[in-house]
Nanobody, 121 residues
C-alpha cells in the first residue's frame, strides 16, 4: 500500500506565509513527479506546482513569485512554501506523486487526503 500524508495547512491572514509538507510511504521504488493541486469550493481541482525527480518545476501563473515547491528525494517528501497568501488561495491542497516499482513499472498517480488552507482578508 502507498500513503501520501500532507501536513501544515491552517488559517493565515492575507499576506502571511504557510508551508505544506507531504511524505510518501509504502510499497514503491521511485517517484517521478510530485506536485500540489488545490480545489476551492465549487471549483475544479487545479495545478499549483509540480517538480520532477530531476528538479524541473512548473508553477500555475497565479502562484508564480509567491510559492516555492521543493522535494527531498532521499526522504520521499515534497514541500510547498507559500508566501503573500491571498483570500483567493483558500482551498483544500492535495499532494500527488507518480510512482514506479523496482522494475520501473509505472504504478500510477497517488493522492493525499488533502489539507485545508484558508487565507483570511
Amino acid at each position: 500500500q502507498v500513503q501520501l500524508v500532507e501536513s501544515g495547512g491552517g488559517l493565515v491572514e492575507a499576506g502571511g506565509s504557510l508551508t505544506l509538507s507531504c511524505a510518501a510511504s509504502g510499497r514503491f521504488f521511485s517517484i517521478d513527479s510530485m506536485g500540489w493541486y488545490r480545489q476551492a469550493p465549487g471549483k475544479q481541482r487545479e495545478l499549483v506546482a509540480t517538480i520532477t525527480g530531476g528538479g524541473s518545476i512548473i508553477y500555475a501563473d497565479s502562484v508564480k513569485g509567491r510559492f516555492i515547491i521543493s522535494r527531498d528525494n532521499a526522504k520521499n517528501t515534497v514541500s510547498l512554501q507559500m508566501t503573500n497568501l491571498k483570500p483567493g488561495d483558500t482551498a483544500v491542497y492535495y499532494c500527488n506523486a507518480d510512482l514506479r516499482d523496482e522494475y520501473m513499472v509505472y504504478l500510477g498517480q497517488y493522492w493525499g487526503q488533502g489539507t485545508q488552507v484558508t487565507g483570511s482578508s
